[in-house]
T-cell receptor, first 112, second 115 residues
Framework: SQQGEEDPQALSIQEGENATMNCSYK?????LQWYRQNSGRGLVHLIL?????REKHSGRLRVTLDTSKKSSSLLITASRAADTASYFC????????????FGKGTRLSVIA | GAVVSQHPSWVICKSGTSVKIECRSL??????MFWYRQFPKQSLMLMAT?????????EQGVEKDKFLINHASLTLSTLTVTSAHPEDSSFYIC???????????FGSGTRLTVV
C-alpha cells in the first residue's frame, strides 16, 4: 500500500531555479530514500537519509527528514533541463528484507 | 557491482497469451525479489515478494494465479503474466534488497503492452 502523499504532484520551473518536493509517510521507518525516474525508464537512486538524521546533502540535492511530522523534502538547487523526471520518495522499515514503499511521486519539468 | 538484469525491456503481446519477465542478479545472490507494477503517471505498487525456494507472497488484490512468480535459484526470479489482457499493460520492475549499507538494486523495468 502507498505510504502517503507527495506534493506537488507536478512542478514546472525554469532552468536555474530551485525545485522543492515534499513527501509524507504514515508508519515508522528506518530510512527514507529518494529516487528519480525518467519517463518510461527504471529508477535511479538519489539519496538515503536514516531516521536518526535530519538533513543530508549530495551535490545539488538536499534532503531533510522530520520524523515527528513524518515528512521529508527534496531540494534540487540550480535545476537543469536534464533534471526533468519523476521523483519518488520511498520508505524502508526496520528489516533490510522488507520492500520499499513508494510515494505517489512528483513530476518535475525544468524548462530551458 | 550489484546489478539486476531485467528482460525483456519491452514486450507487446496479444490478449490471452502469457509473457515471462526475468530478473537476474548478476554479481550477488538475491534470496528475495520484490515485484512492482507501475501504471502510467502513477507510482510503483508492490505486487509480490518472492523468496528463493519458497512460495511468493502476494499483496492484497493481486491474483496469484494470474501473476505467477518463480524464484528457483539465488540468481533468477521470474514473473509470468498469464492470459494477459489490455488492463495488464503496465511497467513491471523488480528489486532485490541487499541489506545495509547497500540498499536495494532495481531492474531496468519491462514495459508490457497487451493488444
Amino acid at each position: 500500500s502507498q505510504q502517503g502523499e507527495e506534493d506537488p504532484q507536478a512542478l514546472s520551473i525554469q532552468e536555474g531555479e530551485n525545485a522543492t518536493m515534499n513527501c509524507s509517510y504514515k508508519t515508522s521507518i528506518n530510512n527514507l530514500q529518494w529516487y528519480r525516474q525518467n519517463s518510461g525508464r527504471g529508477l535511479v537512486h538519489l539519496i538515503l537519509i536514516r531516521s536518526n538524521e535530519r538533513e543530508k546533502h549530495s551535490g545539488r540535492l538536499r534532503v531533510t527528514l522530520d520524523t515527528s511530522k513524518k515528512s521529508s523534502s527534496l531540494l534540487i538547487t540550480a535545476s537543469r533541463a536534464a533534471d526533468t523526471a519523476s521523483y519518488f520518495c520511498a520508505t524502508g522499515r526496520n528489516s533490510g528484507n522488507t520492500p520499499l514503499v513508494f510515494g505517489k511521486g512528483t513530476r518535475l519539468s525544468v524548462i530551458a | 557491482g550489484a546489478v539486476v538484469s531485467q528482460h525483456p525491456s519491452w514486450v507487446i503481446c496479444k490478449s490471452g497469451t502469457s509473457v515471462k519477465i526475468e530478473c537476474r542478479s548478476l554479481d550477488f545472490q538475491a534470496t528475495t525479489m520484490f515485484w512492482y507494477r507501475q501504471f502510467p503517471k502513477q507510482s510503483l505498487m508492490l505486487m509480490a515478494t518472492s523468496n528463493e525456494g519458497s512460495k511468493a507472497t502476494y499483496e492484497q488484490g493481486v491474483e496469484k494465479d494470474k501473476f505467477l512468480i518463480n524464484h528457483a535459484s539465488l540468481t533468477l526470479s521470474t514473473l509470468t503474466v498469464t492470459s494477459a489482457h489490455p488492463e495488464d499493460s503496465s511497467f513491471y520492475i523488480c528489486s532485490a534488497p541487499r541489506g545495509q549499507p547497500y540498499g536495494y538494486t532495481f531492474g531496468s523495468g519491462t514495459r508490457l503492452t497487451v493488444v
